[in-house]
């Protein structure tokens, strides 16, 4: 059974599905909502709180560990889904009824532009055309931080499971998983990009996190701090961003390719589209 250590205790996928059952019959009705406020772990369609999830089955208080990506990480590898909340939020509307009508959009959202809409998505790659079309414009979840984002903002939930190999196998849990995939991809597809080679994979990471700050795509959920000695180079490569060409999956074939970092640009987010 696959199983993690945290703080010298070992984990396993049982003892934190025992926990959420307890959760549900004794502590969500009379849990403060002040106490969850960034991320929940999702399971059969319900939401826990991470820190509090973690604290019964390590038998540590909440007070002696950290939240964010230090607990997030021993669900994940336990093969459970972490999200945002801001995410979750518009899940079950979304089931019940899809938008028909697409909002407007703000202009004052940071990296609005006028013809291509907002900043969806930041991602980094040593290989940033590659990434782009392999991965996020195909693909499926598994292969694809940025197809898991959106299938979660349309209300999907995603499926995992143990492959023989001890990995996880990441998928849509839907009955036919193909379609909820070809709508993920008719979303990216309809979208364009920009991007921006930098000299190394360490300066295109670093890079990402300053885009990020800078930008606030709607999906990306986490921020990391980045070197500020760096700040003239990352305003000198937000211009050249800027002044990018903006393309399609298709129009990025046989562009020149490297370290660097891209943004995904759409006229509407993905949680106005049906999911069907």
């Not at 009824?97 to 991602?123: H, K, R």
């Not at 990434?131 to 598994?142: A, D, K, L, M, Q």
Request: with cysteine.
């Amino acid at each position: 059974m696959n199983s993690v250590v945290f703080k010298g205790r070992t984990i396993t996928e049982n003892d934190v599905l025992r926990a959420m059952s307890l959760f549900d019959q004794d502590r969500r009705k009379s849990f403060e909502s002040a106490r969850w406020r960034t991320y929940a772990v999702l399971h059969d369609g319900s939401s826990y709180p991470p820190k509090e999830i973690l604290s019964m089955v390590s038998g540590l208080r909440v007070s002696e560990f950290i939240g964010g990506p230090t607990t997030n990480s021993r669900f994940e590898k336990l093969g459970f889904s972490v999200s945002s909340i801001n995410e979750l939020a518009p899940l079950e509307q979304l089931k019940r009824e899809p938008e028909t009508d697409v909002p407007a959009l703000d202009p004052t959202q940071p990296g609005y532009n006028s013809e291509l809409g907002i900043p969806i998505y930041v991602g980094d790659s040593s290989d940033v055309v590659g990434r782009i079309r392999t991965n996020h414009c195909s693909g499926n979840v598994e292969g694809s931080a940025l197809r898991k984002h959106i299938a979660r903002a349309k209300g999907y939930r995603l499926r995992s499971t143990r492959r023989p190999s001890g990995s996880t196998k990441r998928r849509l849990d839907l009955p036919d998983p193909a379609t909820g995939e070809q709508a993920i991809t008719q979303y990216v597809r309809a979208g364009r990009w920009k991007y921006a080679i930098c000299r190394s994979p360490q300066e295109a990471r670093d890079f990402q996190w300053y885009l990020i700050n800078h930008l606030r795509p709607i999906l990306n959920v986490r921020t990391e701090e980045w070197n500020h000695s760096h700040r003239a180079l990352y305003e000198e490569l937000v211009a050249e961003l800027e002044d990018a060409e903006a393309l399609t999956c298709d129009q990025l074939k046989g562009k020149p390719t490297g370290s660097g970092v891209y943004v995904l640009y759409q006229n509407h987010p993905p949680s106005t589209v049906s999911t069907g």
